[in-house]
């Protein structure tokens, strides 16, 4: 049986999107800046694109809607935008925490060479970043607050509203990189007091290289890629069209059916979660309430994640180990360790991550196989071999 489980890496692109991409590749192929009818008509159909983000992040406006070539690219316009309004009222402080993506950590990496102080809230046991750390953090010079909407490890889910209103309340801009959470959970950028959001295309069954970045419209971005005047000058290069528009109706698909699919996603989330928590020395990362309805993410002591994974693999099942830009580095992933687990248990970790196109019976398979493989793989460790001898403490 073949069971794909790793869609927090990425998704299968959807029919629907396919339809409306195929014939945008082929035959709808002009420079939407170009003044002639094809290219007039392809404009139409970029700016309908736009429309259906702004209708489904319930936007006041479409042009608050800029698209940019993925989630890393949106997360980093945020940030660096916030950044030079923050410095220009000497507002050099930047909240943010442990367990966000890459795309954020390494963007504030390199802010704070430019001069910026930059404050991670550390990761609760539960995953769950409290609005109290938010209130404790924030400071006079605060001029970002950015927390991620779900973790794309461990797939928790961030009291976003709450902390969007403290940030109002406080008069500091608040950024969310919601690229998880797209077409899983119902977001609304008014109602949450979001005023920059981050979406990437291909975690909701659209295409690789597109994604949204949301930002209110009194806020002036700062352009990270320079040419030109695309997107009312907010990024520079010739739109991907058919990205764009598979794109868009990939979201309005995944918002449409966002709670029937959650339906499923959930039962076979908790089937899984139920059948792992069985084996002994395994625990949950994260809390079992607070997270996405497709996400499963374990620790197995006496276990590596990579042999783990590439046993999987042998048996049809494509998982993760965490996040796909940590797999190929031999550190533990930075959210585990940011959760308080230590270096050997967060070594060996496994992350199943759903769809809607995910079946019950391929959940009764992975119950089958996961244990079956960890089993062998710590009757073959001597790891695991001093832990049942009493020689090394279990640690979970
Ligand atoms: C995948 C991901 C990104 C990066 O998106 P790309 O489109 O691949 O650049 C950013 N943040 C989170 C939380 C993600 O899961």
Same mark, same amino acid.
């Given at each position: 049986?073949?069971?794909?489980?790793?869609?927090?890496?990425?998704?299968? #692109?959807?029919?629907?999107?396919?339809?409306?991409?195929?014939?945008?590749?082929?035959?709808?192929?002009?420079?939407?800046?170009?003044? %002639?009818?094809?290219?007039?008509?392809?404009?139409?159909?970029?700016?309908?694109?736009?429309?259906?983000?702004?209708?489904?992040?319930?936007?006041?406006?479409?042009?608050? @809607?800029?698209?940019?070539?993925? /989630?890393?690219?949106?997360?980093?316009?945020?940030?660096?935008?916030?950044? +030079?309004?923050?410095?220009?009222?000497?507002?050099? %402080?930047?909240?943010?925490?442990?367990?966000?993506?890459?795309?954020?950590? %390494?963007?504030?990496?390199?802010?704070?060479?430019?001069?910026?102080?930059?404050?991670?809230?550390?990761?609760?046991? !539960?995953?769950?970043?409290?609005?109290?750390? #938010?209130? !404790?953090?924030?400071?006079?010079?605060?001029?970002?607050?950015?927390?991620?909407?779900?973790?794309?490890?461990?797939?928790? @889910?961030?009291?976003?509203?709450?902390?969007?209103?403290?940030?109002?309340? $406080?008069?500091?801009?608040?950024?969310? *990189?919601? #690229?998880?959470?797209?077409?899983?959970?119902?977001?609304? +950028?008014?109602?949450?007091? @979001? *005023?920059?959001?981050?979406?990437?295309?291909? $975690?909701?069954?659209?295409?690789?290289?597109?994604?949204?970045?949301?930002?209110?419209?009194? @806020?002036?971005?700062?352009?990270?890629?320079?040419?030109?005047?695309?997107?009312?000058?907010?990024?520079?290069?010739?739109?991907?069209?058919?990205?764009?528009?598979?794109?868009?109706?990939?979201?309005?698909?995944?918002?449409?059916?966002?709670?029937?699919?959650?339906?499923?996603?959930?039962?076979?989330?908790?089937?899984?979660?139920?059948?792992?928590?069985?084996?002994?020395?395994?625990?949950?990362?994260?809390?079992?309430?607070?997270?996405?309805? /497709?996400?499963?993410?374990?620790?197995?002591?006496?276990?590596?994640?990579?042999?783990?994974?590439?046993?999987?693999?042998?048996?049809?099942?494509?998982?993760?180990?965490?996040?796909?830009?940590?797999?190929? *580095?031999?550190?533990?992933?930075?959210?585990?360790?940011?959760?308080?687990?230590?270096?050997?248990?967060?070594?060996?970790?496994? =992350?199943?991550?759903?769809?809607?196109?995910?079946?019950?019976?391929?959940?009764?398979?992975?119950?089958?196989?996961?244990?079956? +493989?960890?089993?062998?793989?710590?009757?073959?460790?001597? +790891?695991?071999?001093?832990?049942?001898? /009493?020689? =090394?403490? %279990?640690?979970?």
């Amino acid at each position: 049986m073949n069971v794909y489980a790793d869609n927090a890496a990425t998704t299968a #692109v959807s029919e629907t999107a396919l339809e409306v991409m195929l014939p945008m590749l082929r035959d709808l192929y002009a420079n939407p800046s170009s003044l %002639h009818s094809p290219g007039q008509r392809v404009k139409e159909e970029l700016e309908a694109a736009r429309h259906t983000f702004a209708k489904y992040l319930n936007a006041a406006e479409d042009r608050e @809607i800029v698209f940019t070539s993925g /989630g890393s690219e949106a997360d980093t316009q945020a940030l660096r935008s916030a950044a +030079v309004l923050g410095a220009r009222k000497g507002k050099r %402080h930047i909240v943010s925490t442990a367990f966000e993506h890459h795309a954020i950590l %390494h963007t504030l990496e390199a802010l704070k060479k430019e001069g910026f102080e930059v404050t991670l809230l550390e990761i609760p046991p !539960d995953g769950v970043i409290t609005v109290d750390q #938010v209130r !404790d953090a924030i400071r006079e010079n605060t001029c970002l607050v950015s927390v991620m909407f779900a973790n794309n490890e461990i797939g928790t @889910i961030q009291p976003i509203p709450e902390i969007g209103a403290l940030c109002h309340e $406080k008069g500091v801009l608040f950024h969310t *990189d919601a #690229v998880q959470a797209a077409g899983r959970l119902p977001i609304d +950028v008014q109602a949450m007091h @979001i *005023d920059m959001l981050s979406l990437s295309a291909h $975690k909701f069954h659209g295409p690789k290289g597109v994604g949204v970045l949301y930002a209110r419209r009194n @806020i002036p971005l700062t352009n990270v890629i320079y040419g030109g005047a695309q997107e009312r000058g907010r990024r520079a290069g010739t739109e991907n069209t058919p990205g764009i528009c598979g794109a868009a109706a990939a979201f309005q698909e995944s918002c449409e059916t966002m709670e029937e699919t959650n339906v499923h996603l959930t039962a076979m989330r908790d089937k899984l979660i139920a059948g792992l928590s069985q084996m002994p020395h395994a625990v949950l990362n994260g809390s079992a309430e607070k997270r996405l309805p /497709g996400n499963v993410h374990f620790c197995f002591e006496g276990v590596e994640g990579e042999s783990l994974l590439l046993w999987l693999d042998s048996k049809g099942i494509s998982a993760s180990s965490g996040s796909a830009c940590t797999s190929g *580095d031999l550190d533990p992933s930075h959210v585990l360790l940011a959760l308080g687990r230590p270096h050997e248990v967060a070594h060996g970790s496994l =992350r199943l991550t759903l769809s809607g196109d995910n079946t019950m019976e391929q959940m009764d398979y992975i119950l089958e196989q996961v244990p079956a +493989v960890v089993n062998y793989l710590r009757n073959i460790s001597p +790891v695991w071999d001093e832990l049942e001898k /009493g020689q =090394r403490p %279990h640690l979970i």
